[in-house]
C-alpha cells in the first residue's frame, strides 16, 4: 500500500469531470450531447495570436523566459490597465505565471503558513479551497446567497473575520454565479482586511467577459491587493497556460524565488502568443465574442426561467448561470446525471461549488452556440415533462 500525504484526504474531484468522461463515452457511442458543463470558451484562439505563437516557435524563441515572465510582455499588461481601467500598474509590479492556478499558487505560497485562515465564498471555484488546503491553511467558508448576490461584503467579512484569518479571497465576475463585486464595496473591503493586517486576493480571470458598462478592477482599490488575471476566459487561449498576477512591491521578490523553485516560467512561445492578444487591434474580434455570450446569456436566462428553474441573480459575466434546481430535486448530482443519461445534456451539479445549499443548485455554461443550447434547452424541458 502506498500512503498519501494527509492532505489528500481534503482534495475533492471535481464531479463534473464524471460527468463529462461519461458524455465523451456516451458521444462515442452515437448520442448526440449538449455540453453545457466545461467553463471553456468554444472559440479557437484569434487566427493573430495563433499566427504569433508560430512565428515564437518558428523564430527559436524556445529557451525560458525570466521566472517573472517577458519583459515586453510585463509592459504590454501595464498598458492594457492603463487603457482598460485608466490604472498606472508597474510594470514590475506584474508577474506572468503558468496560467491563473499557477498565480493562486505563488499567492498561497508566499503568504500561507499552517493554520492561517483564508475567508471565501460558498458557493466558490473548488480549486481555491483546495490550494489553501495544500499549504496548510484552514477555508473560512461564508454561506453567501441571492440576498449578497452570492459575493461576499464587508459585513459578511467582519463577521467571519478570525484571529487566525490571513486572507480574504474575492472572485468578480464570480464562478459559478457571474456575479461581480460592485467597486465601492471592493474598496470597503480592501479597506478593512488592511487594517486588520490581512491581504486582499481577487480573482479578475473573467474580465471583459462582463455585460454591464460600468465596472472596475481591484487595480484601482490600492497597491496592496493581489489581483489574478488569466488569458483564458476572454482572450479564448485556455490551451496555452498563461495568466498573470498584480503584487504589492514588497511582495515581488518572494514571489520570483518561489515561481523559480516552483515552475521557473509559463511557457515562452504562448507567452509571445499572449503579446499579440494584448494588440488593440484585437480588442473588436474579442468583444465581438463577448457579445456573443452575452445573447447567450439572455437567450438561456429567459428559457431556464420560463422552464421552473429559479435564477435570482442574474449574472452579469462569464458564462455561468447558476440555476436553482429545488422544485425539481433535492440531490443536484443525481438530477445532473439523469439529465445526462435520459436527455443528453451535460451540467454541473451545485456540490462542485461547496456546501452551501448545493444539492439545489446546477450551472449551466452557455460555451456552445445558439443551436445547440436552443437543442439543449428542447431537451430540459422534455426531461422535466416526464419527471
Not at 43 to 57: D, H, K, Q, Y
Not at 75 to 104: F, M
Not at 200 to 217: A, C, K, T
Not at 328 to 334: A, G, H, R, V
Request: aromatic share 8%; charged share 20%.
Amino acid at each position: 500500500m502506498i500512503s498519501l500525504a494527509n492532505r489528500m484526504s481534503s482534495i475533492e474531484p471535481f464531479h463534473v469531470m464524471d460527468i463529462l468522461a461519461h458524455a465523451r463515452q456516451l458521444e462515442a457511442e452515437g448520442k448526440n450531447i449538449v455540453h453545457m458543463e466545461v467553463g471553456e470558451p468554444d472559440f479557437v484562439t484569434l487566427p493573430e495570436i495563433l499566427e504569433a505563437g508560430r512565428i515564437a516557435l518558428a523564430e527559436g524563441k524556445t529557451h525560458y523566459t525570466p521566472a517573472t515572465g517577458l519583459a515586453q510582455l510585463r509592459e504590454a499588461i501595464s498598458a492594457y490597465y492603463q487603457r482598460e481601467y485608466d490604472a498606472k500598474v508597474p510594470a514590475n509590479r506584474i508577474v506572468v505565471t503558468p496560467g491563473a492556478s499557477g498565480a493562486l499558487q505563488l499567492a498561497l505560497g508566499v503568504l500561507v503558513d499552517p493554520g492561517d485562515g483564508v475567508i471565501m465564498a460558498d458557493p466558490g471555484y473548488p480549486c481555491n479551497r483546495h490550494m489553501v488546503s495544500m499549504f496548510g491553511g484552514v477555508v473560512q467558508p461564508v454561506n453567501v446567497t441571492a440576498s449578497s448576490g452570492f459575493q461576499l461584503n464587508l459585513e459578511l467579512v467582519q463577521a467571519h473575520w478570525q484571529a487566525n484569518t490571513r486572507i480574504v479571497m474575492l472572485a468578480s465576475p464570480s464562478n459559478p454565479t457571474g456575479t461581480l463585486v460592485q467597486q465601492d464595496e471592493l474598496n470597503r473591503i480592501s479597506h478593512f482586511v488592511r487594517e486588520q493586517g490581512g491581504i486582499l486576493i481577487v480573482d479578475e480571470i473573467y474580465h471583459g467577459l462582463i455585460y454591464v458598462d460600468e465596472y472596475g478592477s481591484a487595480v484601482n482599490a490600492g497597491e496592496h491587493i493581489i489581483i489574478i488575471n488569466s488569458f483564458s476566459k476572454y482572450f479564448g487561449m485556455t490551451g496555452w497556460r498563461v495568466g498573470w498576477m498584480v503584487v504589492p512591491e514588497q511582495l515581488l521578490k518572494p514571489v520570483d524565488n518561489l515561481a523559480q523553485n516552483i515552475f521557473l516560467a509559463a511557457p515562452t512561445p504562448s507567452q509571445y502568443a499572449a503579446l499579440a492578444a494584448l494588440d488593440p487591434q484585437l480588442k473588436p474580434a474579442l468583444d465581438e465574442r463577448r457579445d456573443i455570450f452575452r445573447q447567450r446569456r439572455d437567450y438561456l436566462l429567459t428559457e431556464l426561467r420560463a422552464t421552473g428553474f429559479q435564477i435570482p441573480c442574474e449574472p452579469r459575466g462569464a458564462f455561468y448561470i447558476y440555476a436553482n434546481c429545488a422544485e425539481f430535486t433535492s440531490d443536484s448530482l443525481e438530477f445532473s446525471r439523469a439529465l445526462l443519461d435520459q436527455a443528453g445534456v451535460a451540467i454541473t451539479p451545485g456540490i462542485d461549488f461547496g456546501g452551501n445549499n448545493s444539492t439545489s443548485y446546477v450551472r449551466f455554461a452557455y460555451t456552445t452556440g445558439m443551436e445547440q443550447l436552443a437543442m439543449g434547452v428542447d431537451a430540459i424541458r422534455k426531461f422535466l415533462s416526464q419527471q
